[in-house]
């Protein structure tokens, strides 16, 4: 099906482990972002990317790495997981930095 | 620093008209968004302004003042189905999105 996904819908980790949340896009847009979306905060940008094998920090870098490597998947990777990464993360994308974004359905990761 | 404020909560009754508002403070300004977010699901795309005035798209209205860093989301005919949070994004000077942390709207029959 066409649009953007997220996986895995859901995840529970431990400290420490190393996590990698998946998207997937069929649009061919060139940007992707990745969110997190935390209570009483607006949505945060961890980091995006603006083609293939390009990519840049957002607000809330620390703790995260991306690769970029088609233009159709941007991995998120925890390296370490922490309890304050516990949070729903958001995968966009958008044809280019000034139209809409849309949103994939979201992760919802637990670090115990 | 770069600031979005949106009131947290409001309360509306179903066939009534809300207003929600949204001010801004951000190094820059290119355009403003509006989204919707029911609970448990992704944001999906309202509006976009750009230019100062209303935006009309159907029981959706959308207006900017650019000089007032103040916007804000008409909703008309209240649905149960309006029931959902809304977020105010603004897109600053390097075109990255700034968030407000969104307005829950509540719907009363």
């Known amino acids: 099906d066409a649009g953007i996904t997220q996986s895995p819908r859901y995840k529970i980790t431990e400290t420490g482990r190393q996590v990698t949340l998946m998207c997937h896009q069929t649009w061919s847009h060139s940007y992707m972002f990745w969110y997190r979306q935390d209570l009483g905060h607006g949505l945060r940008l961890i980091y995006y990317?603006?083609?293939?094998?390009?990519?840049d920090k957002g607000e809330v870098p620390d703790g995260y790495v991306v690769s970029r490597s088609k233009t159709e998947n941007f991995p998120l990777t925890l390296e370490s997981a922490t309890r304050s990464q516990t949070s729903v993360y958001f995968c966009a994308s958008s044809e280019d930095e000034v139209n809409e974004q849309f949103f994939g359905p979201g992760t919802r990761l637990t670090v115990l | 620093g770069q600031n979005i404020d949106q009131p947290t909560e409001m309360t509306a009754t179903e066939g009534a008209i809300v207003q929600i508002n949204c001010t801004y403070q951000t190094s820059g300004f290119n355009g403003l968004f509006w989204y919707q977010q029911h609970a448990g699901e992704a944001p999906t795309f309202l509006s976009y302004n750009v230019l100062d005035g209303l935006e009309e798209k159907g029981r959706f209205s959308s207006f900017l003042s650019r000089s007032k860093g103040y916007s804000y989301l008409l909703l008309k005919e209240l649905q149960m189905k309006d029931s959902a949070s809304y977020l105010c994004a603004v897109e600053d000077s390097n075109y990255q999105l700034i968030w407000g942390a969104g307005t829950k709207l509540i719907i009363k029959p």
């Open positions: 990317s603006a083609a293939a094998d390009i990519t």
